[in-house]
């Protein structure tokens, strides 16, 4: 009985604390509106200040009525990402076209011989394709999410842009499933052939002769400029973008809403590096370097590009110390490819 009276007791004490907090709190409101009306500073102070309050909806964070973070969000998303992310594209995009108009693709040096040796398998080339494809899905719309207001809108208007936009966020939504896989299946499939080697080490020793002068470089199966690309990029930014992906799309595992801003700048930063330095690598695979796209394209390449930018990988597959996917492959074998993107000299 002593138990329950003191028990009513605590609660009617709390009670009227609290009734006498709100009727203080209201006084204080009253007076404001007579003093400054129309000022309810204290009160978007309290809403602003991130407290969590009582409500009925359930889920992280619920309680919240204003996240003054996001507004923080905004302001780094729409100025120094925006900002050098933009400038970052651009610049490489001019460093890119300043080296093919100032030295021109690297030609090979001798005649291709017309022997050709299988470079990659038909799994290598869907896998890298799959990859590829999904890359440039996912950057053209990420790249339309991010900047198209500032570049598209002016020109297509409100009705084509909102539909552009809304285009390339479902875009990006449901190809990034197929990204994330194919790159993991990629980095599974060449991880072993860009392992570092001790001989690694020259090829940026003399990467200058190798742009400027198209000398060779003694290589394995893949450079040390493409181990780079390996490592710092399909390895290193895919998982950062993956990662920071997941969170932000699939917005129902209970993650706050400062781990999606977080995760949100990660991505973005992540996705820009990464869409910078692919343009080095689709440079290099497309005009940069003669070739190198038909090695993608048919799987095969002629025995005078394999030595002359991968000589030990060359020697390897020769001396059968390695098989290449499929072996090399002679000249007219019936399942050498009808043409090779390599012209022969006259
Ligand atoms: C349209 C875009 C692309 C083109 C034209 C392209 C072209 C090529 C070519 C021609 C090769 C073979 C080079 C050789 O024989 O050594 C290659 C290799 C490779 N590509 Fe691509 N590629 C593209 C996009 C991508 C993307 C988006 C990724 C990854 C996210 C990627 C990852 C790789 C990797 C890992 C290799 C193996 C050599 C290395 O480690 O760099 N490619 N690509």
Avoid at 236 to 259: A, E, H, K, M, Y
Avoid at 311 to 336: I, M
Wanted: charged share 15%; glycine share 10%.
């Amino acid at each position: 009985m002593a138990i329950l009276t003191r028990l009513c007791l605590a609660v009617v004490l709390s009670l009227s604390a609290g009734l006498a907090l709100a009727q203080s709190e209201a006084q204080e409101q009253q007076k404001r509106q007579l003093t400054q009306p129309g000022n309810n500073a204290p009160v978007w102070r309290e809403v602003r200040s991130g407290q969590e309050n009582y409500t009925t909806v359930q889920g992280r964070e619920a309680g919240v009525l204003v996240q003054s973070a996001g507004e923080t969000w905004r302001q780094i998303r729409n100025g120094p990402v925006t900002f050098y992310g933009g400038w970052l594209v651009i610049l490489v995009t001019l460093l890119i076209a300043a080296l093919y108009f100032a030295r021109g693709a690297v030609k090979l040096h001798d005649r291709p011989t017309g022997r050709l040796i299988r470079r990659f398998s038909t799994v290598e080339q869907v896998v890298h394709w799959s990859t590829a494809i999904s890359f440039c899905v996912l950057g053209i719309s990420g790249l339309i999410m991010l900047f198209g207001k500032h570049v598209l809108l002016p020109v297509f208007g409100y009705t084509l842009f909102g539909w552009l936009a809304a285009l390339s966020k479902n875009l990006h939504n449901f190809i990034a499933p197929l990204f994330i896989l194919s790159v993991l299946v990629m980095v599974l499939m060449w991880v072993r052939d860009n392992l570092p080697r001790a001989y690694d080490w020259q090829w940026f020793r003399k990467a200058y002769g190798f742009f400027m002068r198209g000398e060779h470089i003694p290589s394995g199966r893949f450079n040390a400029g493409e181990k780079g690309w390996f490592w710092f990029g399909v390895v290193g930014l895919s998982i950062v973008v993956s990662w920071t992906g997941v969170i932000l799309l699939f917005p129902n595992f209970d993650q706050t809403r400062s781990v999606m801003q977080d995760a949100w700048v990660w991505h973005a930063v992540a996705a820009l590096l990464y869409i910078a330095m692919s343009l080095g690598h689709i440079y290099m695979g497309t005009i940069g370097v003669e070739g190198a796209y038909g090695n993608m394209r048919t799987g095969y390449t002629d025995e005078t590009w394999a030595k002359e930018h991968h000589s030990l990988w060359y020697d390897e597959v020769k001396s059968s110390g390695r098989t290449a996917p499929g072996g090399a492959v002679p000249a007219g074998a019936p399942h050498a490819p009808h043409g090779s993107t390599m012209k022969e000299k006259a």
